[in-house]
């Protein structure tokens, strides 16, 4: 544990002196074009991750190095001002010390933005992974130790959009569709009652003020089902959205939206607590200068509990600060805060998490990156309460 406090200290040292931002610095993606319009794009990510806590355990922590390896072949067709694209990802990581919980991720996604003419426009995204969640955390939270490999999981979206209006007239209206699933496939005695689906319907209504300012209005309802029915009673629900806000955009640089209104959600089991309140998401960018700019983002809703509870009040604050000290050279600083309250159980989560990360640009294709992750949870559970530290060094490498 000494030695991995050295080593943290050493590249906070080297960072703050010398590094780069995650987003100043672009990989840039040549494509490989063939004749029949389809271009492909093909990139790698390597990372050597060091985790002095790989089952997010309050006590008796283990370490390991991890290697992570993530190739990635994209496909895009371009027609028009129409836009089709499909990605297939994959995702290898081997723990050196403790082999039970290497793992291999797969994600394939599509998406298509198809524009019918300058008033009528599709959009259209899917994905379908199988996925994996560390022990320790989601449905292990709490248990790492006593559990011997990561939980096992598939998930499948499918989200689609339909917006009527040119897109710089005064109005413009979006009505919106998404279905959500996720199914574990292992620790069938934890996940058999935490199998679920949703389907959402909504709408947004955007109006030009001018001055580069957009009023929004959404109205969306969730609708939530479990495959199955655990002992405590049905957890199916129905959630409705009603919110207003803008979105300022004065330059590239610099920007807000704001999204604040009013959330309620209502069970099917008259014994589980209904949720009515505020909810809110907010983003600003604000770049004082060219080269240097900060994120703020802050927001409040109710979620699906991994474990305990009826729901999670979650409550979010992040705020990162990018600066390019050089055209190759940029370094990020950051910092989030996530406030969980459950309800139907007695437990308040608070997670702090800082980063400081850094990018260097070898070549236009080549990407060197290296930072610290500090997290900090702090629980009214005592088995959900961990501290972690990581350090890593990654490339990443596109054509």
Same mark, same amino acid.
């Given at each position: 544990m000494y030695c991995n406090v050295i080593l943290c200290r050493s590249v906070l040292a080297v960072l703050l002196f010398g590094s780069i931002d995650l987003s100043a610095q672009e990989l840039v993606r040549n494509a490989i074009r063939t004749e029949s319009g389809i271009d492909f794009i093909p990139e790698l990510r390597f990372e050597l991750r060091h985790d002095d806590n790989? %089952?997010? %355990?309050?006590? %008796?922590?283990? $370490?390991?190095?991890i290697s992570l390896l993530t190739p990635k072949l994209t496909a895009q067709l371009l027609s028009g001002p129409n836009e089709y694209q499909a990605a297939l990802e994959l995702a290898s990581g081997s723990y050196l010390s403790s082999s039970d919980d290497s793992y291999l991720d797969w994600n394939f996604s599509t998406a298509a933005l198809v524009e019918l003419s300058h008033r009528h426009r599709f959009d259209i995204k899917g994905r379908y992974a199988a996925a994996h969640e560390a022990r320790g955390t989601g449905i292990t939270e709490g248990q790492g130790n006593n559990l011997t490999e990561p939980a096992d999981l598939r998930l499948f979206s499918v989200q689609g959009a339909y917006e009527y209006? %040119? @897109?710089? $007239?005064?109005?413009?209206?979006?009505l919106l569709t998404a279905y959500y699933d996720k199914d574990y496939r292992n620790y069938e005695a934890l996940t058999q009652f935490r199998t679920y689906h949703s389907? @959402?319907?909504?709408?947004?209504l955007y109006y030009n003020t001018g001055a580069n300012t957009r009023l929004i209005t959404e109205i969306s309802r969730l609708h939530t089902r479990y495959d199955n029915t655990d002992i405590s009673g049905s957890r199916d629900s129905d959630t409705m959205n009603y919110r207003l806000g803008g979105r300022w955009q004065p330059s590239e640089l610099t920007s807000a939206e704001l999204r604040f209104g009013y959330q309620n959600r209502q /069970?099917?089991?008259p014994q589980r607590q209904d949720f009515s309140g505020l909810a809110w998401e907010t983003a600003v960018q604000w770049a004082p200068l060219s080269y240097s700019r900060f994120n703020l983002s802050?927001?409040?809703?109710s979620k699906e509990p991994d474990t305990q509870?009826? /729901?999670v009040k979650e409550t979010h604050y992040s705020? /990162?600060?990018?600066?390019?000290?050089?055209?190759? /050279? $940029? $370094?990020s600083l950051g910092v989030k805060r996530v406030n969980d309250d459950y309800t139907g159980f007695d437990r308040r989560d608070r997670l702090t998490s800082y980063q400081l990360s850094g990018k260097y640009s070898l070549l236009p294709q080549l990407l060197l990156n290296a930072g610290v992750r500090l997290h900090r949870n702090n629980s009214s559970q005592a088995n959900i309460e961990f501290d972690k530290n990581e350090v890593f060094v990654a490339v990443q490498f596109a054509l």
């Amino acid at each position: 544990m000494y030695c991995n406090v050295i080593l943290c200290r050493s590249v906070l040292a080297v960072l703050l002196f010398g590094s780069i931002d995650l987003s100043a610095q672009e990989l840039v993606r040549n494509a490989i074009r063939t004749e029949s319009g389809i271009d492909f794009i093909p990139e790698l990510r390597f990372e050597l991750r060091h985790d002095d806590n790989i %089952a997010n %355990a309050p006590e %008796a922590e283990r $370490s390991s190095w991890i290697s992570l390896l993530t190739p990635k072949l994209t496909a895009q067709l371009l027609s028009g001002p129409n836009e089709y694209q499909a990605a297939l990802e994959l995702a290898s990581g081997s723990y050196l010390s403790s082999s039970d919980d290497s793992y291999l991720d797969w994600n394939f996604s599509t998406a298509a933005l198809v524009e019918l003419s300058h008033r009528h426009r599709f959009d259209i995204k899917g994905r379908y992974a199988a996925a994996h969640e560390a022990r320790g955390t989601g449905i292990t939270e709490g248990q790492g130790n006593n559990l011997t490999e990561p939980a096992d999981l598939r998930l499948f979206s499918v989200q689609g959009a339909y917006e009527y209006g %040119a @897109k710089n $007239s005064r109005t413009r209206l979006r009505l919106l569709t998404a279905y959500y699933d996720k199914d574990y496939r292992n620790y069938e005695a934890l996940t058999q009652f935490r199998t679920y689906h949703s389907i @959402k319907l909504g709408t947004e209504l955007y109006y030009n003020t001018g001055a580069n300012t957009r009023l929004i209005t959404e109205i969306s309802r969730l609708h939530t089902r479990y495959d199955n029915t655990d002992i405590s009673g049905s957890r199916d629900s129905d959630t409705m959205n009603y919110r207003l806000g803008g979105r300022w955009q004065p330059s590239e640089l610099t920007s807000a939206e704001l999204r604040f209104g009013y959330q309620n959600r209502q /069970f099917d089991n008259p014994q589980r607590q209904d949720f009515s309140g505020l909810a809110w998401e907010t983003a600003v960018q604000w770049a004082p200068l060219s080269y240097s700019r900060f994120n703020l983002s802050t927001g409040r809703q109710s979620k699906e509990p991994d474990t305990q509870g009826d /729901f999670v009040k979650e409550t979010h604050y992040s705020l /990162f600060w990018h600066h390019q000290w050089q055209p190759l /050279f $940029s $370094s990020s600083l950051g910092v989030k805060r996530v406030n969980d309250d459950y309800t139907g159980f007695d437990r308040r989560d608070r997670l702090t998490s800082y980063q400081l990360s850094g990018k260097y640009s070898l070549l236009p294709q080549l990407l060197l990156n290296a930072g610290v992750r500090l997290h900090r949870n702090n629980s009214s559970q005592a088995n959900i309460e961990f501290d972690k530290n990581e350090v890593f060094v990654a490339v990443q490498f596109a054509l």
